[in-house]
């Protein structure tokens, strides 16, 4: 496709063809239900038997598949077409922005005839600008938007066509009437219920999914404001959990999806046990957001029906806060803790950060991007013979991810970066500061009611042992879990997970916490209570960059 082609395409064309076929769709559903009641129920519940009859009714149902076939088929024609000028739209944008900032900068558009084949911009004419770094560059870089709008136009033209040509040969061949492009939906009962999709043509215009989040940020920049407002709204489920987008786009996005998984789970017929579990989740959050005072704001980082679901909740905007806390929790921690337990010891967090220093603004998010493992059985250490680091490690990867995002996305001076782990979050936050390239490229970690953190040294994490800070009440039973081949539960200083963060050997500094009840598992949650003793105010001067306030406690 050429410059003049994409300049002077019309998208608007397309989705009016589309609002045609989902008429049609429509019509077909009439006869379909019109089919069902007068014929095909009256003949399979009148009674009548033998061979005839089951012959006809297998004749009458394979008419009724054809009639829900041809509705699918249609719809689908409908959705492609809307895929396609969707991202028509953005290839069509991004050429005029590439032209009109080529204009403005003096050079030349020379490709402006169809079938045009020069170069899309002039050389440079100023005997001065040629030897000029920085305009051999921006004319260099600005040529490149071009071809690459041109390019991406002719690869969406070519997959749309092929996909309308497809169209026509099942039309053609009679394939069309056939169940080859549906599938049933097992939530909803007969008749099927068609999956409509189109071709994901706009994921062609993001960069890849190995991209890492300072690239995301760099490609969001390059978009236009009504381009960057089009993919929010269009689509969010590309949008919304993108690392290294802007903590503002993410919170829009976001709160879209939500508004859809609300939709999606409430209206179906039927949940099993772990979907219950992610709609209350999604209740819970909303909750949080509609109860939410604006100070701090509270947005919605992350939402996500993955897995056992995932959530992450900003109290404060960490794209222009000073001092940023990334809170991972541990066992038991389901999607409804985030709008729940863990959206209120997030939020105790970012309270505490600022009595310690109220000329900073502070943001303290609840990242629950992982799938942790369910909680203790009454403290009972048996349980913990199914767990493994695996849901840590996967975790961990993720996390590296998310705080790599958080650098990417943030605005002004670095903010001081906090990475904060509790119970087996600390072993999440523990192996994504040992993977390489920087780990969590945190300032400082805290782990707190840790059973390790998969290393036997602080210095294993990445930013200095002066920076990894611990707190290990005395009567938390999950600081005491003994490794698996020991017998006792505090024998020597190794634990489930490697050394004992709080020992004197794993080299970390250990602050005051209370020591709480003792024989209960209650001492493992008062971290991050504001009635809990030493620890939340000690942690929030960690967060808030004041470590020489902190209150120590001797090591194990």
Not at 218 to 227: F, G, H, K
Not at 230 to 254: E, K, M, S
Not at 282 to 295: E, G, K, V
Not at 387 to 397: L, V
Request: some cysteine.
């Amino acid at each position: 496709m050429d410059l003049a082609a994409l300049r002077d395409a019309d998208p608007h064309a397309l989705p009016d063809q589309a609002e045609s076929y989902e008429h049609l769709a429509a019509a077909f559903q009439g006869h379909a239900d019109e089919w069902q009641s007068d014929v095909l129920e009256r003949t399979t519940g009148s009674g009548w038997l033998g061979s005839a009859a089951d012959a006809c009714r297998r004749a009458l149902q394979q008419t009724d598949d054809r009639l829900i076939a041809a509705r699918a088929e249609l719809r689908r024609i409908a959705a492609c077409l809307r895929a396609g000028a969707d991202a028509l739209r953005l290839a069509q944008a991004e050429l005029a922005s590439a032209l009109a900032e080529a204009r403005a900068a003096g050079f030349v558009v020379t490709a402006e005839r169809s079938g045009d084949g020069t170069a899309p911009l002039a050389p440079i004419a100023s005997e001065a600008e040629r030897h000029d770094p920085d305009a051999r560059a921006r004319h260099a870089g600005l040529t490149q938007r071009v071809r690459a709008a041109l390019d991406q136009a002719d690869a969406l033209d070519r997959a749309l066509a092929d996909q309308l040509a497809g169209f026509t040969r099942a039309a053609a061949d009679g394939s069309g009437l056939t169940e080859r492009g549906y599938a049933a939906d097992p939530l909803v009962p007969a008749p099927l219920s068609p999956a409509v999709t189109a071709p994901d043509f706009l994921t062609g215009f993001l960069p890849p999914p190995s991209a890492s989040p300072a690239a995301v940020a760099a490609w969001w920049r390059t978009l236009l404001p009504d381009q960057q407002q089009y993919l929010i709204t269009t689509r969010p489920d590309l949008i919304g959990n993108r690392d290294g987008l802007p903590a503002t786009v993410r919170d829009q996005a976001n709160r879209l999806l939500l508004e859809q998984y609300l939709t999606r789970f409430a209206t179906r017929t039927w949940l099993c046990a772990a979907d219950q579990l992610k709609l209350a989740g999604f209740r819970a959050i909303q909750d949080r957001l509609d109860r939410s005072p604006d100070t701090p704001p509270v947005l919605l980082y992350g939402i996500s029906a993955e897995g056992q679901g995932r959530g992450i909740l900003s109290f404060g905007n960490p794209d222009t806060a000073s001092n940023v806390s990334a809170y991972v929790p541990g066992l038991g921690t389901e999607l409804r803790c985030v709008g729940g337990k863990d959206g209120d010891r997030a939020m105790s967090v970012w309270r505490a950060a600022m009595r310690a220093d109220p000329t900073r603004p502070t943001a303290s998010l609840v990242w629950l991007g992982y799938d942790p493992p369910p909680g203790l059985d009454k403290g009972d250490p048996e349980s913990l013979d199914v767990m493994g680091e695996q849901r840590a490690r996967s975790g961990a990867e993720d996390y590296d991810r998310f705080m790599a995002g958080l650098r990417a996305g943030h605005e002004g001076p670095p903010a001081h970066l906090v990475a904060l782990g509790h119970s087996y979050g600390s072993l999440a936050v523990g192996l994504a500061a040992q993977r390489p390239a920087g780990g969590t490229q945190a300032d400082d970690i805290i782990l707190i009611g840790s059973p390790g953190t998969g290393t036997d040294s602080a210095t294993h994490l990445g930013v200095g042992t002066g920076h990894v800070w611990v707190g290990a009440a005395d009567n938390d039973p999950v600081t005491y879990l003994p490794a698996p081949e020991q017998l006792l539960p505090g024998e020597g200083d190794q634990r489930w997970f490697g050394r004992d963060p709080a020992s004197e050997r794993f080299g970390a500094h250990r602050f005051a916490v209370a020591d709480g009840p003792p024989n209960s598992f209650a001492a493992h949650s008062n971290y991050l209570d504001p009635v809990g003793g030493a620890s939340l105010p000690n942690i929030g001067q960690i967060v808030a960059g004041h470590p020489e306030n902190v209150r120590s406690q001797s090591p194990r």
